[in-house]
């Protein structure tokens, strides 16, 4: 079974900041990532995924997220966060088996 | 609107009442999942139904009961009730391991 880490539980930055949110899974035997929002009381929304090819995938809203398979990470930034991007990220991981595997997630707050 | 719709989007029970979640999509998917998301807590998979059979189901009590008449519904029928099992309910579709998950927005749940 996959597991899926997500280090930092909270992520404040300040409006226009850089941000990069974190996220590891065990093993890179033939997996699919993505990277979900949720914002307060909503479902989860994808916002990009990483298949194969290009390690770097951009998504909505301005973020990307880069597979790096030596250090299976898979790590969402975006330049210039804006207040809309306060909410909870979560990492997610499929595997060969159609399993999915989804981190703890990451509470992003913009601050103004 | 994701494709996947969920009501009632709030319900307020006490603990001796029976009610029920419904979950509804048209993307053609053939697997539907009920989840659970406590606070401050990870999203804990519940209910699994792969072509309209149950394949996994998380050890959940067995005052919460899955039922998938068709690949498009999903129903989760409560009773007798906690008020732990205060919490956003999920449900999420998905016809492959490439395009991950589509989520409901939830049916925000309060046991009194």
Redesign the interface.
Known sequence: AQSVTQLDSQVPVFEEAPVELRCNYSSSVSV?L?W?VQYP??????LL?Y?SGSTLVKGINGFEAEFNKSQTSFHLRKPSVHISDTAEY?C?V???G?Q?Y????TSLTVIP | E?G?T?TPRHLVMGMTNKKSLKCEQHLGHNAMYWYKQSAKK??ELMFVYSLEERVENNSVPSRFSPECPNSSHLFLHLHTLQPEDSA?Y?C?S?Q???N???????T?LTVV
């Open positions: 699919y993505f979900y009381n909503q479902g989860l929304q994808l995924k298949l979560f997610a499929s595997d060969p159609n999915f989804f981190g703890t997630g | 994701t996947v969920q990870p999203l956003l999920l999420a998905s492959d391991r490439v991950g998950y589509t989520f409901g927005s939830g925000r």
